[in-house]
């Protein structure tokens, strides 16, 4: 299984500003996914982090509000950018390796906006 | 596009009951059904998966059943424990596709 660490595990953060959020894999993957997990609810797809090409975002997403990069096969961010307190929630980050089903999580950051 | 539904949406066990945990899927293409536990503070832990060509897989006290007839499957865990406490979600896939969760289930097992 993959190994998936995430920086920062916490912040908490003023309106109007933004945070990034970076992903980091223990072995090369093939597909990267974002996700949002707000507050006591379930999981919701922000977007797959392509390598070298932009991002691919749900339907509610945009990239002006959660740019994304993927510089390779092992690393990607999410920036979360000028925060409103609707933003507070978990974001994490996923992958699915190649010719694989399984999808693994990491650990999460958990985000406060004041 | 894919919706799963899930129930119950809290559940509170004994120690040592079973627990039956139900979800039903719209897309009669998805053929990738997996649950996941997550405890506070961490990230979804894949527990058990199954695929359609499978009706029923078991690993050790947990096991998942598939009806792809009904378009439902189900968590089973037997002989719960303490630690079994936790938020647990489960998913369909289609080949190819994007992961669509349940809503989650919270368990409760007092000692």
């Known amino acids: 299984s993959a190994v998936i660490s995430q920086k920062p595990s916490r912040d908490i953060c003023q309106r109007g500003t933004s945070l990034t959020i970076q992903c980091q894999v223990d072995?090369?993957?093939?597909?990267m996914f974002w996700y949002r997990q707000q507050p006591g609810q379930s999981l919701t797809l922000i977007a797959t982090?392509?390598?070298?090409?932009?991002?691919?975002?749900e339907s509610g997403f945009v990239i002006d509000k959660f740019p994304i990069s993927r510089p390779n096969l092992t690393f990607s961010t999410l920036t979360v950018s000028n925060m409103s307190p609707e933003d507070s929630s978990i974001y994490l980050c996923?992958?699915?390796?190649?010719?694989?089903?399984?999808?693994?999580f990491g650990p999460g950051t958990r985000l406060l906006v004041l | 596009g894919e919706n799963v539904e899930q129930h119950p949406s809290t559940l509170s066990v004994q120690e040592g009951d079973s627990a039956v945990i139900k979800c039903t899927y719209s897309?009669?293409?998805?053929?990738?059904f997996p649950w996941y536990k997550q405890e506070l503070g961490k990230g979804p832990q894949l527990i058990i998966d199954?695929?359609?060509?499978?009706g029923e897989k078991k690993d050790q006290r947990i096991a998942v059943t598939l009806n792809k007839t009904a378009k439902h499957f189900s968590l089973h865990i037997t002989e719960t424990q303490p630690e079994d406490s936790a938020v647990y979600f489960c998913a369909a896939r289609t080949s190819y596709g994007k992961l669509t969760f349940g809503q989650g289930t919270i368990l409760t097992v007092h000692p």
């Open positions: 072995s090369q993957v093939t597909m």
């Open positions: 897309d009669s293409a998805s053929n990738y």
């Open positions: 996923s992958v699915r390796g190649t010719g694989q089903e399984t999808q693994y």
């Open positions: 982090a392509n390598q070298g090409s932009e991002a691919t975002y």
């Open positions: 199954i695929r359609s060509n499978v």
